[in-house]
């Protein structure tokens, strides 16, 4: 098809994610072709830079032949068989990776297709082992505010953006939201208890906000915490000091899993394997997908402790989930091809000596008159944008539409930057490039994004 029939047959017949599609009533889709390295390309040949990695997904970067023939190569030897009571070899040698990868004794591996499902099925994981343990009353999750972990029925309630939620309530019930890490704004989610300036302090406030969660609930009704390392909905919230050490000692104090959402923050993000090794912390279940095939095929993984896993050896028992495509062999060869480069070529380390020089450049942007913060860790920036630095004033829904949408997001795009601009929670945009890049495409992300967020300060 040309440029001109794919137009046609998108808008007649194509129902894309998360889109308004009367936005493209009377203008182009864009559509992207084709990737190499850190850039997209779309059908009429122009070049942008993803800084995004798609969609916080692609870690080594487009057109990895590597990748692909790994892909290709299992296909021709094994393309599909399921884990119902079978194995094959990739899942088997897969699983053991990430086992020997993880912290502690995450030792059991569970395949999904995606995110929403690992998230999914550690609800049901951890609602089903305390069922098998004694504690049958224990069902409820925790989340914090603001926080998005999918949008299947069960990760959906988990979900705490109640705008996404509205609108296919009723949900499955007993989940509560408690406050998110938000350094920035910790004089209005204190009540002006705390104004940010001692971070230790505004993470034990934090903390302590999920032990009086659990108290009012009934510690024996509760099952779970679903926390992210970073949280990304909202806009890149990193803990605080002390944040993650006092979350462990409320869980175990509680007998409430840990369960630690690294569909973003794990494969090198934040510079390591799993997020919760970048600020030293043992959860009970870590939930992944995105990164863990550089998007060169879908796949999810649930990693759980030891101690999980022993109730379902029990004669007669059994884990009565799964899904058809959870653990593909084809998704899986990529998986240990994408794990091998990370090696190969130290990724990770790569992220590490980098990060301090990505969030130099983006500080930056702080002279601009919109930009309020800047926020994050790895290859993973959230920038807040206000209507008034002084009081941190946001926008209000009219100018989120006008400016945030109107005028930043397709600004950005036609001067060659894909990444996100958002508002949910306080708008922001987010950046979470592939991990490949460097000072050049950081300095070109920090050029564009100056001339943008400039102009779009006199639209205040």
């Known amino acids: 098809m040309d440029h001109s029939q794919l137009q046609e047959a998108a808008k007649n017949h194509l129902w894309m994610h998360f889109t308004a599609h009367s936005r493209y009533a009377d203008a182009d ?34 057109g990895r032949t590597e990748l692909a023939q790994a892909a290709a ?4 030897e094994l393309a599909f068989h399921p884990l119902w009571s079978y194995a094959h070899p990739r899942a088997i040698e897969l699983a053991e990776r990430l086992a020997h990868a993880a912290p502690g004794d995450l030792n059991r591996v569970f395949f999904t297709s995606g995110g929403g499902e690992a998230v999914e099925s550690a609800w049901k994981l951890a609602k089903n082992y305390f069922k098998l343990t004694g504690k049958p009353g224990k069902h409820k999750v925790i989340s914090r505010a603001v926080a998005y972990h999918g949008t299947t029925q069960g990760a959906l309630s988990i979900t705490g953006i109640p705008a996404l939620k509205e609108q296919f309530e009723p949900l499955v019930p007993s989940t509560f939201r408690v406050p998110n890490t938000n350094l920035y704004r910790a004089e209005e989610m204190t009540g ?31 099952a779970a915490v679903f926390l992210e390392p970073v949280q990304n909905a909202g806009g890149c919230f990193p803990p605080p000091p002390g944040y993650w ?17 690294e569909v973003i923050c794990a494969y090198g993000r934040l510079g390591t394997m799993f997020g919760s090794q970048r600020f030293d912390y043992q959860p009970d279940i870590i939930t992944t997908a995105k990164g863990l095939t550089s998007g060169y095929a879908p796949m999810g993984a649930m990693l759980t402790s030891d101690a999980l896993m022993e109730p379902f050896l029990a004669a007669g028992e059994m884990f009565a989930h799964g899904y058809t495509f959870g653990g593909h062999p084809v998704a899986a060869a990529v998986a240990l091809a994408n794990l091998d480069i990370f090696e190969r070529e130290d990724v990770f380390g790569h992220v590490r000596s980098n990060e301090d020089a990505f969030r130099a450049t983006l500080d930056k942007l702080l002279d601009i008159p919109i930009v309020g913060d800047v926020r994050g860790a790895g290859y993973f920036y959230g920038i807040e944008l206000v209507k008034d630095k002084a009081t941190k004033e946001s926008f209000s829904d009219e100018e989120c539409e006008r400016i945030l949408y109107g005028f930043v997001s397709p600004a950005l795009f036609q001067a060659g930057l894909y990444c996100r601009a958002d508002d949910r929670g306080d ?34």
């Open 73 to 76: 190569t299992q296909a021709q």
């Open 245 to 261: 050490p006092r979350v462990r000692e409320i869980c175990d104090r509680y007998n409430v899993l840990l369960v630690s959402d």
């Open 427 to 460: 708008p922001v945009i987010q950046l979470s490039p592939p991990l490949i890049i460097g000072q050049a495409e950081f300095d070109e992300m920090e050029r564009i994004l100056r001339d943008v967020l400039t102009r779009a300060s006199a639209l205040i």
């Open 192 to 222: 002006g208890l705390l104004d940010g300036s001692d971070p230790a302090a505004f993470g034990r406030w934090a903390a302590d906000q999920i032990a009086i969660a659990i108290e009012n609930e009934g510690p024996d009704s509760v």
């Open 29 to 62: 889709i864009p559509i992207i072709v084709r990737g190499e390295g850190a850039y997209i390309y779309d059908s009429h040949g122009k070049r942008y830079l993803d800084g995004l990695a798609g969609l916080f997904v692609n870690q080594l970067g487009h």
